[in-house]
């Protein structure tokens, strides 16, 4: 199995502030990475595929980069409702999550 | 517009089973696997396994196996999961997704989720 890792687990942050999620996978996975976004109670929200295609409708502030087994989301200016927990997942086997990172406001 | 409405909240004590329901609209039921992924309380996410609605195959994550059964419907576009044996670390929120390629494991479109509990 692809164990997959995220850091930080938690980022405090601002409006307006650049954000960096990393996410480590066990393996290379090449470029078999997505990202989703999940707020409380809620369902998650499909944001990246193939490490950094973003999906239609997903704000051009968000970005994915990376191949092999590092890679990183990032969010050039946060909105407050960037606020919520993200979360990797490979698809090169079986999908496995990274256990998320809450952005939380500093 | 894809939606996918998932059946309501369950209580169960251990042992029993669940049936954890799946509608899909707004697109071609049998072109897109559809997944099923859970969330223990305060947890992360976990891949539970896929049907697909076109052939009727399935796949589980080895440690559901035994325990998982996904079955599809195209005649009313839903798909149906159903744990067995259940256990107090079953205890989670359960999401259906469909497959964004088809058949690529990536979850575009999600359900509401459905909460099981399972207690004594």
């Known amino acids: 199995d692809i164990q997959m890792t995220q850091s930080p687990s938690t980022l405090s942050a601002s409006v307006g502030d650049r954000v960096t999620i990393t996410c480590r996978a066990s393996?290379?996975?090449?470029?078999?990475l997505a990202w989703y976004q999940q707020k409380p109670g809620k369902a998650p929200k499909f944001l990246i595929y193939?490490?950094?295609s973003l999906e239609s409708g997903v704000p051009s502030r968000f970005s994915g980069s990376g191949s092999g087994t590092e890679f990183t989301l990032t969010i050039t200016s946060l909105q407050p409702d960037d606020f919520a927990t993200y979360y990797c997942?490979?698809?090169?086997?079986?999908?496995?999550f990274g256990q998320g990172t809450k952005v939380e406001i500093k | 517009q894809v939606q996918l409405v998932q059946s309501g909240a369950e209580v169960k004590k251990p042992g029993a089973s669940v049936n954890v329901s799946c509608k899909a609209s707004?697109?071609?039921?049998?072109?897109?696997?559809i997944h099923w992924v859970r969330q223990a309380p305060g947890q992360g996410l976990e891949w539970m396994g896929w049907?697909?609605?076109?052939?009727?195959?399935?796949?589980?994550d080895q440690k559901l196996q035994g325990r998982v059964t996904m079955t599809t419907d195209t005649s009313i576009s839903t798909a149906y999961m159903q744990l067995s044996s259940l256990k107090s670390d079953d205890t989670a929120v359960y999401f259906c997704?469909?497959?964004?390629f088809g058949s690529g494991r990536v979850f575009d479109y999600w359900g509401q989720g459905a909460l099981v509990t399972v207690s004594s």
């Open positions: 393996q290379s996975i090449s470029t078999w």
């Open positions: 707004g697109y071609m039921f049998t072109g897109h696997y």
């Open positions: 193939k490490a950094s």
């Open positions: 997704a469909r497959d964004y």
């Open positions: 049907a697909n609605p076109k052939t009727g195959a399935t796949r589980f």
């Open positions: 997942q490979q698809y090169y086997g079986s999908p496995s």
